[in-house]
């Protein structure tokens, strides 16, 4: 089993940036394939990036690689998302997700691609 905790979330200006962050914790001995997604009020939750178990393959929603990146630190069993020059239509909780499959494909960016979610963190941008 495994557990994740996002970090990072706060109240920010629109054209700030952000670093979330992802523990994994539990079944560390094994690499997965990570993904963010986001959920604002009243919308579907969203794919924002992914990472494949290498760490050598992202995927990001369109219009979003321009601003976020995905990255990962296997030693510290973490996974970041730089966030820069947020918007107000950034405003969501951010939640990160864990793969279990062995593929080292480019990751999935449907939420039933991935097994576990963390709880998320709040994201809050200002105009």
């Known amino acids: 089993q495994v557990q994740l905790v996002e970090s990072g979330g706060g109240l920010v200006h629109t054209g700030d940036s952000l670093r979330l962050s992802c523990v994994v914790s539990?079944?560390?001995?094994?690499?997965?394939?990570m993904g963010w997604f986001r959920q604002a009020p009243g919308k579907e939750r969203e794919f924002v990036a992914g990472?494949?178990?290498?760490?050598?393959?992202?995927r990001y929603a369109r219009g979003m690689g321009a601003r976020f990146t995905i990255s990962r630190d296997s030693d510290k069993n973490t996974l970041y998302l730089q966030m820069n020059n947020l918007k107000p239509e950034d405003t969501a909780v951010y939640y990160c997700?864990?793969?279990?499959?062995?593929?080292?494909?480019?990751?999935?960016?449907?939420?039933?691609?991935?097994?576990?979610w963390g709880q998320g963190t709040q994201v809050t941008v200002s105009s």
């Open positions: 997700a864990a793969d279990y499959g062995w593929s080292v494909s480019i990751p999935g960016s449907e939420p039933d691609d991935y097994d576990t």
């Open positions: 539990g079944r560390t001995s094994y690499t997965y394939t």
């Open positions: 990472i494949n178990r290498p760490g050598d393959r992202t």
